[in-house]
């Protein structure tokens, strides 16, 4: 499994707040280790403040799944930095 710039609970940055439904939950889940292990990998944004790459770390640990920063990338992480992704994921 992909998950590219996941909202993984809710969040706060640049001034702005972001929770999505059932937000807690989801949070609780990636905190306790309650994912089943899956194949992941996970594509955030070194300075995305929607996707902050410490949760996805917690949620990788968790599933022993893969974690790739793109440095000096935020919440869109442009064409090339996901293509480049999804070639080394699908080989």
Known sequence: MLLISPI???VR???RMFKPPLS???ERAIDDGLFPEV???ILVGADDWQSPHDRSRTLC???DGRLVVA???GHDLGRDTVC???D???V
């Open 39 to 41: 194949d992941l990998t």
């Open 8 to 10: 993984l609970g809710a």
């Open 71 to 73: 440095d000096g990338k």
């Open 84 to 86: 480049e992704c999804l």
């Open 13 to 15: 940055g640049e001034g």
């Open 24 to 26: 807690k939950v989801m």
């Open 61 to 63: 640990k968790s599933t």
């Open 88 to 90: 080394g994921w699908l």
